[in-house]
């Protein structure tokens, strides 16, 4: 298989927990703040996480600005005592308004300090899991700051099977003290069949919304270098690809060759899988009679169905930058679970 290598991205949030990690390696101690819970206005949801190093090094964000300093203050305390902290921060309307956002509100944010003696073999385990894309939660002792990782399963936890599942966070109570429970979903894939003009465009914008992407085209001259530099390209065919890549519930695959023969065999390869999001770019004319070609192969109307076509959201876009957009929002929306008209 001729597997063109991504450069380094460069504009890319990366994984806190990959942060985490490095950073531990590096100075020996680090803090996690993570979102636990919000009112009101919030433009970081419950999860959304700020890792932070000595010094004023740190990455990430739990409030899009407007309590990140007394943050990063609480956080060098909290790694000098090497104890957790459960924050509570009201913003006001005023302070609201100055940092963009709509209205006041509350957040609550843990901080979780790590040290490399005690915490590296579970930073390990978790990054482990993470990139095997094996669905794990984190449940820290907001008290004590016990950590326990908790794998999908027969023996988890009812109430911490129940957060997985929904792949939200919230406080849960112990008896030795409230803890908070973070489910850890494997991030969205997003695999793109077609090395087109509007596959790059497409490209560059999941990966900058934090969706792992490759791209797939036989075409050698399609899937370049030059063309997909920060993104992982494979020339190959699909069928072959995608059974190296594996399709798995948080995959979305999205054909956009506009050759029949190569968006064919991209969609029969997903529709074979479970697969969250499929899509394929063409006229309702032209999605009519790809019907009909995969009928003749065996798939049922049921099967034919799950397929997004034409790819996108109905916003009258235009033009490969435009098409790009509509179709990322429609699998966000699939994402989110907005499918509600």
Known sequence: MNVIAPERPSRVVRDPWEVARSWLAEHGRVALATVVSTWGSAPVPA???LVVGPGDRFEGSVSGGCVEAD??????????AGKPKLLEFGVSEETAWRAGLPCGGKIQILIDPLEQSRDVGLLDKILTARRA?????VATNVVTGLRVLHRAGADMPSEVASFLASGTCGLVASPGGEVFVQPLVPPLRV?????THIGQVF????????????VVDPRAAFASKERFGNTAALAEWPEAAFGE?????????????????????????ALRSPCLYI???????????????L??????????????APVGLAIGAKGPAEIAVSILAEIIKVVRGANQE
């Not at 519930?249 to 969609?267: F, K, M, N, P, Y």
């Not at 899509?279 to 070609?293: D, F, I, M, P, Q």
């Not at 009928?295 to 397929?307: E, L, T």
């Open 47 to 49: 999860g959304g996480q």
């Open 71 to 80: 943050v990063l203050i609480e956080a060098a305390e909290a790694m000098q």
């Open 133 to 137: 894309r094996q669905p794990i939660a």
């Open 191 to 195: 695999i793109v069949a077609g090395a």
């Open 203 to 214: 490209a560059e914008l999941a990966r900058q919304v934090g969706y792992c992407v490759t």
């Open 245 to 269: 890549i594996g399709l798995d519930t948080r995959t979305a695959v999205v054909a956009l060759t506009h050759a029949s023969h190569i968006d064919d065999e991209a969609l029969a390869a």
């Open 279 to 293: 899509g394929a770019l063409g006229s309702r004319t032209t999605h009519a009679k790809r019907v009909e070609r």
């Open 295 to 308: 009928k003749a192969a065996g798939f049922s109307d049921a099967d034919v169905q799950r397929i997004h």
